[in-house]
C-alpha cells in the first residue's frame, strides 16, 4: 500500500535553483493518493532564498551576492530570508488526504516537528519546540528568517537549529527547512540592502543571529556527514509514520 511507503531521495550538493524546482515539482505532481515524500539535500554553492511574497530586489544586494558568488532564489513556500550554506534541508510532500499529518497547517508542522525532534534524540540533541509571536502586520519579513522562530520550530534552550516554511495546494502540502550544521547562515547579514545602508543594522542582526542559534557542530562538538544526518532523518520520519522506505533517483 502506499501508505506504508515513503519515497525518499538523498541529493548533497545540488544547485540552488534545482533544488527549488524539484521541491515544487514534487508538490505540484503529488496525486491525492499518493505515498508521502522525504527529500534530504545540501546546497552546491552558498545560496539566499527569499519567501514567495518577499521582493528580492528590495531586500538584497544582488550584486553583492554576484560578487561572492552566492545564488539567490525563490522559494515556493513563504517565509523570510535565509543563506542556505552548512546546512541540511528536508523537505516533505504529501496529500492533504493523508491523516498522519492532521488537517491543518499547524497539525502538520506539529508532526514533522516531532519527527525531526525524534532525529535529532537520536544524534544526541534535545530541542524544544518553539511559541512564536504572532506578527500579523508581517513587520518581520525584511528581516533574516533565523532572527526569530515560527510555528513548532525546534530550539535549543531556547536558541532556533530548525527552521521551516510551508505550502499547501488543493491536493497536497509542502513543508521544507533547514537543520542547521555550522554558522555559515549568519553571512546572510552580507548581502542584505538595509545592513549595507545602516552598520549598527548590521551588527545588530549579526548579533540577533549569533546569539539566537545554535549549530549541530556546537552542540555534537563535530559535523556530522550528509549520510549520517539523512539516514537518522529517514528513520524518524519511517518510524512515526508506520512506513518503509523506498530510495528514489533524483527528480529531474
Known amino acids: 500500500m502506499k501508505a506504508r511507503t515513503l519515497r525518499v531521495f538523498w541529493e548533497p550538493d545540488v544547485a540552488g535553483v534545482d533544488n527549488m524546482r524539484r521541491d515544487a515539482a514534487l ?13 534530504l539535500y545540501t546546497w552546491k554553492r552558498p545560496t539566499v532564498s527569499v519567501g514567495w511574497m518577499q521582493d528580492a530586489d528590495a531586500l538584497l544586494d ?4 554576484r560578487r561572492d558568488h552566492v545564488d539567490v532564489v525563490r522559494r515556493p513556500t513563504g517565509g523570510r530570508a535565509i ?3 552548512d546546512e541540511i534541508t528536508y523537505a516533505v510532500i504529501a496529500p492533504r488526504s493523508d491523516a498522519r499529518f492532521g488537517s491543518s497547517v499547524a497539525q502538520a508542522h506539529a508532526f514533522i516537528a516531532a519527527c525531526l525532534a525524534d532525529a535529532l534524540r537520536a544524534l544526541g540533541v534535545s530541542t524544544e519546540v518553539s511559541r512564536p509571536t504572532p506578527d500579523p502586520e508581517r513587520r518581520m519579513l525584511r528581516h533574516p528568517c533565523f532572527t526569530s522562530s515560527g510555528r513548532h520550530e525546534l530550539l535549543v534552550d531556547g536558541r532556533k537549529l530548525v527552521g521551516s516554511a510551508q505550502r499547501r495546494t488543493d491536493r497536497a502540502f509542502l513543508q521544507h527547512g533547514s537543520l542547521l550544521v555550522d554558522r555559515g547562515h549568519e553571512r ?17 542582526l549579526r548579533r540577533a543571529l549569533g546569539r539566537g542559534t545554535t549549530t549541530l557542530r556546537e552542540q555534537l562538538g563535530r559535523v556530522p556527514a550528509f549520510e549520517e544526518l539523512a539516514s537518522a532523518l529517514t528513520q524518524a520520519f519511517t518510524a512515526r509514520l508506520g512506513a518503509s522506505p523506498a530510495q528514489s533517483p533524483s527528480p529531474t
Open 27 to 39: 508538490l505540484d505532481t503529488c496525486a491525492p493518493d499518493a505515498a508521502p515524500t522525504l527529500r
Open 62 to 65: 544582488v550584486e553583492a551576492c
Open 83 to 85: 543563506l542556505h550554506a
Open 188 to 204: 546572510l547579514v552580507d548581502f542584505l540592502r538595509d545592513a549595507a545602508r545602516d552598520p549598527d543594522a548590521a551588527s545588530a
